[in-house]
T-cell receptor, first 114, second 116 residues
């Protein structure tokens, strides 16, 4: 069965510092990969996605993620964090064929210290 | 650009009551998904529609849960005889599935259900 692991439940960084959120997946084949962000009490906003091609993908708000097939990872990065980035971040995977129900990790809560 | 909308945003009900939630997808999207999110967890898939056809249901979707998308546009999710364990955020997402292309789901703001 497919699964997504986000090993860091909480991360605290200082504003202006760099950020890396980890995501590992277990899947039968290379899935589609996504990062979403959720502010308190809100729905999920898509940050970026990987379908194929260049393994370094750029997203909104200055985020990027790198797909590493050998490590089954899709880590999210940002070179300089802003206080408004404080939120919960979810990594998700979806199948390449058929229905595209997403399987989510448990999320990483990001706190930004001013 | 109108995104996915969900109503109501919040619902408080007593155990045993029935509740219904509505989701309006992005207008040209042919797929619509329902997820449930409990505190401290990621969303979990419940069911999805392609146009008006319900194509998959999760084992999480007990017989107290039913979903419809009668004309391939908006969808409703009904929970009968609610239980305290049904308290969660119910998220709707929509997507445009084009053959042989990747699919991206866009989420609504969710309906938060509290069962007393």
């Amino acid at each position: 069965a497919q699964s997504v692991t986000q090993p860091d439940i909480h991360i605290t960084v200082s504003e202006g510092a760099s950020l890396e959120l980890r995501c590992n997946y277990s899947y039968g084949a290379t899935p589609y990969l996504f990062w979403y962000v959720q502010s308190p009490g809100q729905g999920l906003q898509l940050l970026l996605k990987y379908f194929s091609g260049d393994t370094l993908v750029q997203g909104i708000k200055g985020f990027e993620a790198e797909f590493k097939r050998s490590q089954s990872s899709f880590n999210l990065r940002k070179p300089s964090v802003h206080w408004s980035d404080a939120a919960e971040y979810f990594c998700a995977v979806g199948p390449r064929g058929g229905g595209n129900k997403l399987t989510f990790g448990t999320g990483t809560q990001l706190k930004v210290e001013l | 650009d109108t995104g996915v909308s969900q109503n109501p945003r919040h619902k408080i009900t007593k155990r045993g009551q029935n509740v219904t939630f509505r989701c309006d997808p992005i207008s040209e999207h042919n797929r619509l998904y329902w997820y449930r999110q409990t505190l401290g967890q990621g969303p979990e898939f419940l069911t999805y529609f392609q146009n008006e056809a319900q194509l998959e249901k999760s084992r999480l979707l007990s017989d107290r849960f039913s979903a419809e998308r009668p004309k391939g546009s908006f969808s409703t999710l009904e929970i009968q005889r609610t239980e305290q364990g049904d308290s969660a955020m119910y998220l709707c997402a929509s997507s445009l599935k084009v053959q042989s292309q990747g699919e991206t789901q866009y989420f609504g703001p969710g309906t938060r259900l509290l069962v007393l």
